[in-house]
């Protein structure tokens, strides 16, 4: 399974951004995706995941009501739906994806560039 985050950009505090993460290969190995995030010398957190079938959803803290994760079985993609964006929001985003529902996960993408300016 290849993973690819696209979305990440520059953009105002209090503003919005939608990241993409699509899936190719052995999609059908797929059973949830998730989105994470690791700021400059921070380590990396979690931020939101779903089930590839049945779409339940969980939220990391740092989600905090702000950020909306969505999928498109038919086009195999994640959607992170972000919003009210704070400088404390700028990180590189991953995608990953598991092939079971246990902890782990088992591909990730290369990363995409979120930066919020104050």
């Known amino acids: 399974v290849q993973l690819q985050a696209s979305g990440g950009g520059l953009v105002q505090a209090g503003g919005s951004l939608r990241l993409s993460c699509a899936a190719s290969g052995r999609t059908s190995s797929i059973v949830r995706m998730a989105w994470f995030r690791q700021a400059p010398g921070k380590e990396r957190e979690f931020v939101a995941s779903i089930t590839w079938r049945h779409g339940n959803t969980y939220y990391g803290n740092v989600a905090k009501g702000r950020f909306t994760i969505s999928r498109d079985n038919a086009k195999n993609t994640v959607y992170l739906q972000m919003n009210s964006l704070e400088p404390e929001d700028t990180a590189i985003y991953y995608c990953?994806?598991?092939?079971?529902?246990?902890?782990?996960?088992?591909?990730w993408g290369q990363g995409t560039l979120v930066t919020v300016s104050s």
């Open positions: 990953a994806a598991g092939s079971t529902l246990g902890p782990g996960f088992d591909y």
